[in-house]
């Protein structure tokens, strides 16, 4: 995590080691058709989703 120009890492208990952030232009994004395909693409779906664990999805909005 960079906190004002300076690397620090920060260990959270039983938090995920990895994360990904995507900027949509909304929640209706998430139940289209073409999300739905998105995420079947790739490698993903046969290759890395069957090794995942502690997976949560959280929807948040940028202020200002």
């Not at 938090?15 to 995420?39: F, N, Q």
């Amino acid at each position: 995590m960079v906190i004002g120009g300076e690397v620090k890492t920060v260990v959270a208990e039983g938090e995920p080691k990895y994360s990904a952030v995507y900027e949509i232009e909304g929640p209706h994004i998430l139940v289209s058709d073409e999300w739905t395909a998105a995420v079947e693409e790739g490698r993903w779906p046969e290759q890395v989703r069957p090794y995942t664990h502690n997976r949560s999805h959280v929807l948040r909005q940028r202020l200002g």
